[in-house]
């Protein structure tokens, strides 16, 4: 029941894998930015009157990156978990 010892190919697998996660979090960050802008703080403002009608017009185009972040987040979260194949190299047995 005891791991193998992790080579350094192993490693270099888990390194790349943790970089998707990572850019996975950051892209996640962004999509939630994206759509607090563009759903509370810009309607917010423009109807309070402290930004001008004119950045209503900004909305879609933030929507926009926001699912490109979203979809960015999607793709590298499915990389991540497609590239943990590595596991099975040092801990044969998922189920204990």
Sequence with gaps: ??????????????????????????????????????????PSLVSS???????????PMIYLGGLGALLLAIISLVVSISGMGFINDFWTRWWI
Excluded: K, Y
Excluded at 20 to 31: K, N, V
């Design 1 to 42: 029941m005891d791991p193998e010892v992790i080579t350094t190919a192993i490693w270099a697998d888990i390194s790349w894998v943790l970089r998707f996660l990572w850019l996975f979090w950051f892209f996640i960050i962004g999509f939630a930015t994206h759509m607090l802008l563009a759903h509370a703080l810009i």
């Design 49 to 59: 009157g402290q930004l001008p009608e004119s950045f209503g017009r900004v909305r």
